[in-house]
């Protein structure tokens, strides 16, 4: 069963400081890996989106690296901006079929100044 | 280019009642998922449609759900007879192709 768990649940930092959020992941066979940010009460957007070639990219201050050997992910902010406070998801996508993407809970950020 | 849209953003129904939620894609986008969150609790895929037709529908409940998305129009999810548990804040999301999808701002439903 293709499934994907996000750690922590939550976490909270202080403006200004970096953090990492961490993603494992079982779906196979893997086609691509994307992180989301969803604020609150509004739809996710995309971060960044990595297929199976690629280990690491960057959008801004969030960076995301992938290792497809151990199917893990992490996606790492810095210097923390009280705008980055929301739920990030990530998700991944099998080949074939009806391309539907299985979604992580998400982690909950809080910024606080 | 406007983003994908959604309406109503916020709905609130009896129970008995039935819900429409549309969806407008983002231009030239012909594949429209819908999705559900419950509070606390991630994006649980519903439907997958192209236009005229449904493609995946595995994430859908069997009964007094359903949808469509027509040649012309926005796609629409009804939802028939609501009840408290149909609660929920739907997605919608638009791609190109099988691809990066685009979400809207969902609808919030609630039943009082």
């Known amino acids: 069963k293709n499934q994907v768990e996000q750690s922590p649940q939550s976490l909270i930092i202080l403006e200004g400081k970096n953090c990492t959020l961490q993603?494992?992941?079982?779906?196979?066979?893997?086609?691509?890996l994307r992180w989301y940010k969803q604020d609150t009460g509004r739809g996710p957007v995309s971060l960044t989106i990595m297929t199976f070639s690629e280990n690491t990219k960057s959008n801004g201050r969030y960076t995301a690296t992938l290792d497809a050997d151990t199917k893990q992910s992490s996606l790492h902010i810095t210097a923390s901006q009280l705008s980055d406070s929301a739920s990030y998801i990530c998700?991944?996508?099998?080949?074939?079929?009806?391309?539907?993407?299985?979604f992580g809970r998400g982690t909950s950020l809080i910024v606080h100044p | 280019n406007a983003g994908v849209m959604q309406n109503p953003r916020h709905l609130v129904r009896r129970r008995g009642q039935e819900a429409r939620l549309r969806c407008s894609p983002m231009k030239g986008h012909s594949h429209v998922y819908w999705y559900r969150q419950l509070p606390e609790e991630g994006l649980k895929f519903m439907v997958y449609l192209q236009k005229e037709n449904i493609i995946d529908e595995s994430g859908m409940p069997k009964e007094r759900f359903s949808a469509e998305f027509p040649k012309e129009g926005p796609s629409i999810l009804r939802i028939q007879q609501v009840v408290r548990g149909d609660s929920a804040a739907y997605f919608c999301?638009?791609?190109?192709?099988?691809?990066?999808?685009?979400f809207g701002p969902g609808t919030r439903l609630t039943v009082l």
């Open positions: 999301a638009s791609s190109p192709r099988k691809d990066t999808q685009y």
């Open positions: 998700v991944v996508s099998a080949k074939g079929g009806s391309y539907i993407p299985t």
């Open positions: 993603c494992n992941y079982t779906v196979s066979p893997f086609s691509n």
